[in-house]
């Protein structure tokens, strides 16, 4: 035969031959919950009407040790999506669109190389520019049903009737009673409260129907079989503490994973079991290319935990948090099986800062209310005062993390190991968080994030120092930190002014003063925070604070408007600059608008 025509021939096999090698990989059908923690009578939770999850869980495997990487939706979601830690990306803060590098793929892409049919119902949220060719169905009616015969899928239905928005509206009539639902020990029992933690549960009732429906549906369609089910939440939540913030209420998640018997041989635990395996959302995106027999790129910075190419149970579960909204704070985050560690770089800053979006349930003004009358116990006050730089809970034995266990001489081998993990990982994947969001939205103009991290010009060890300097309450950095204050990195200049902050250091007074001419602006309004904080220049911190909404930079904006929002009538000066934002049209995200609103509400009201 001519070599010609034997190559043709073989061309024609392989094609030929490539659906059938697809339609031997299982489907892949993720159902995601919003906004929920372990709230799930499989969990333990009692109070609980998840009849559907439970029933499902005796027949699949059980994650207990679940986490997601950060406490609320863009980010976490950038993470499955890519199989990247944000913080290393650039892609930390809640809703932005700072680029990844090329390289970096939305895995389903490599699911549609191998055959597959891909489909999102409907949420995406990444948090970075999208990869639309990811999917051959995006929207609210796409459905796996819609691929060609025998080809196999990788599915995604997105529950969002537990989502944070469905307490925004108090119901009138509710299947669980307010009376009778169980309150954490940090939630006062206000009528609003007990009301709200009901009506979440009926959501989650909702959310469970919804679920058994998607399942029935798939053993309908006789694809019950061939398809690996996983069911997650998309982060903790929901109630003020739990979504967005660092404890095991924001980061822990719900997991439980079938394999029907044809690939139970891909998991090393039997269904019906329970899994106390560290698992995170780093590992999703291996897992599903591992599960197809699908090579996981190298780039991917998790392990799978199912399939061919599982890798060794890691040590730790990392998490993290950057902006929230409207509002600047940075903190990152060990849990092993027993103890989580959080580090909080921006101590100064409360936990409950006032935010447009979570203040829209009922709940969290009765819970602030209190506080302010002084009603409030010392385990239900902390969440409306500043941080300490370390926290350390045993999980076991303090599910609601009250208990710092940070300064107990008993639990100082534990703390340094987990504060030397934090910090190994953070160098390890080159954390661009301590870089200002200012100066991030200005590189992310030209390079992504983790290009910048990798191209000589981010001297990571160095800006890491001085922020843990800058963030450990320690007087004894002072003349560090005011040293740092002329540094040529501008990331220097910013912690040396912020750290100043914290430790609200009059003998700054000087250098900062200086630094309100710096040529970085990030820098000028940390240094005027230092300076208004302090009581040592109040006039010169408003006047550059001021000039600082001037700028045509929205993180600079709303760095200024977060500064000035502790400032109350003193901000007076600033107003009309305010009036002018909060009168803008927002182009894509609206955070420095925000700010300005509620800064002008704040000062009408202190009047």
Known sequence: MHKLTRKILLAILIIALRPALAQDRPNILWIVSEDNTILLGSYGDKFATTPNLDQFATESIRYKNAFSTAPVCAPSRNTLITGMYPPSLGTEHMRSTYPSPAFVKFFPKYLREAGYYTTNNAKKDYNTPDQLDAWDESSNKATYKNRKPGQPFFAVFNLNVSHESSLHEPLPALKHDPEKVPLPPYHPATPELKHDWAQYYDKLEEMDR????????????????????????DNGGVLARSKRFMYESGLHVPLIVHLPPKYAHLATQKQGSVSDRLVTFLDFAPTVLSLVDIKVPDYMQGGAFLGKQQKPEPSYAYGFRGRMD?????SRSVRDKKFRYIRNYLPNKIYGQYLEYLWRAP???SWEDLYKAGKLNAVQSKFWEQKPAEELFDVDADPHNIHNLAGDPKYQKELTRLRNANEQWIKSYKDVGFIPEAIIYEIAKTTPLYDYARSGKYDLNKIAAIADQASSRNPANTQALIKALVDADASVRYWGATGLTVLKAASGKVALQKALKDPEVSVRIAAAEALYVTGTDKPGAIAALTDALKSDNPYARLQALNVLDLTGKDAAPALPETEKISEQKAEMFDYDIRAAKVLLQNYKSSK
């Open 363 to 365: 709940s969290v003004k």
């Open 326 to 330: 409207e509002r600047i704070d940075m």
């Open 210 to 233: 919804q679920f058994g429906k998607l399942l029935q549906e798939l053993k309908d369609e006789g694809l019950a079989e061939n398809t690996i089910v996983f069911y997650y939440a």
